[in-house]
Nanobody, 122 residues
């Protein structure tokens, strides 16, 4: 059974930093990647970063976070991290991780964790 547990969200001031964690279980990485998404109430989910846990591909970032966010992987812990620096109020959202097709934002498993809230004040 696929399980994804996000943690690490919180409230910070503009310019601050947070590190989110995504603990995964119930599947093997094989041809699957891990993506971080975010969602603001009333809007759709936006993919912000994805990583190939096998290291075959370079991490990918959306233009909105490139240069500020870093995605990384600890395979020994089956955990994916999202380090967020230079946070802006527009980064405020609920952040989710998901298992995605490598090279795309399409879900490999139609499953979402509970998400973790990030709030950035100006």
């Amino acid at each position: 059974q696929v399980r994804l547990v996000e943690s690490g969200g919180g409230s910070v001031q503009s310019g601050g930093s947070l590190t989110l964690s995504c603990a995964a279980s119930g599947f093997t990485y094989r041809d699957r990647c891990i993506g971080w998404f975010r969602q603001v109430p009333g809007e759709g989910r936006e993919g912000v970063a994805r990583i190939d846990p096998k290291g075959f591909r370079q991490p990918y970032y959306s233009e909105s976070v490139k240069g500020r966010f870093t995605i990384s992987q600890n395979n020994a812990r089956d955990t994916t991290y999202l380090r967020m620096n230079s946070l802006k109020p527009e980064d405020t959202a609920t952040y989710y991780c998901a298992v995605v097709l490598c090279g795309a934002w399409s879900l490999y498993y139609d499953f979402w964790g509970q998400g973790t809230q990030v709030t950035v004040s100006s």
